[in-house]
C-alpha cells in the first residue's frame, strides 16, 4: 500500500485543525482601554501647558515666540526701545491672565464634553478681551518706534500675509479633490 494518495488527505486535516487553534488563541487588544483620546488630549495639554509657564511663554525678548518677535528682530531697537516694548507687553498681559486661565478652563470643558451655550457666550467674550489686549500692544508698541521703524514693520507685516495667503492657497490645492 501506498502512502502517496492518503497524504494530500492527512496534510489537509492538519492544516485545517492547526487553522482552527489557532483562530481560538485570544486577540490582545491594540490600544490599553483606561486610556481614552479625551484623556490623552487633557493630558498633552496639560504637559504643553506646564512648558509654557515654565518660559512664561516668551522668549528672553519677552516678546511671543511667534509673531512679535519676527517683526521686532529686523527693527535694531534701542535698548530703551526694548525695555518699553518688554514693559509693555508685560503689563498687558499680566492684565489678562485672569481671562487666559478661565478660556483655557472653558476649552477643558469643551474637550470633556460639557460645555455649554453660556459657557460658548463667555468664551466669546474673553476671546475679546484677549484680542483688545493685543491691541493696546500693537497700538503702544508703535508709539515706541521711529518712522523708519513703523514703516519696516508694515513692510514685514505685508511679507508675513503674502507667506500666509501662500500657504492657505497651498492647503487648498493638497484638499482639493481630483
Avoid: C, Y
Avoid at 151 to 168: F, I
Amino acid at each position: 500500500m501506498s502512502l502517496k494518495k492518503p497524504l494530500p488527505g492527512i496534510l489537509g486535516i492538519i492544516l485545517t485543525f492547526g487553522m482552527v487553534a489557532f483562530a481560538q488563541q485570544p486577540q490582545t487588544p491594540t490600544t490599553t482601554p483606561d486610556v481614552t483620546p479625551k484623556n490623552e488630549r487633557l493630558e498633552r495639554k496639560e504637559r504643553l501647558r506646564e512648558r509654557l509657564d515654565g518660559m512664561g511663554g516668551h522668549d528672553k525678548e519677552g516678546f511671543g515666540r511667534h509673531g512679535r518677535a519676527n517683526l521686532m528682530q529686523g527693527l535694531n531697537l534701542s535698548e530703551a526701545q526694548r525695555e518699553q516694548i518688554r514693559a509693555i507687553t508685560q503689563r498687558r498681559l499680566e492684565s489678562t491672565k485672569a481671562q487666559r486661565e478661565e478660556l483655557s478652563r472653558l476649552r477643558e470643558k469643551r474637550i470633556a464634553g460639557i460645555f455649554s451655550a453660556e459657557d460658548e457666550a463667555r468664551a466669546k467674550a474673553l476671546r475679546q478681551e484677549i484680542h483688545a489686549a493685543i491691541e493696546g500692544i500693537r497700538t503702544e508698541t508703535a508709539g515706541v518706534l521711529t518712522a523708519e521703524q513703523k514703516a519696516r514693520v508694515e513692510e514685514l507685516q505685508k511679507e508675513r500675509k503674502a507667506r500666509l495667503e501662500g500657504r492657505m492657497k497651498e492647503r487648498e490645492l493638497r484638499n482639493k479633490p481630483q
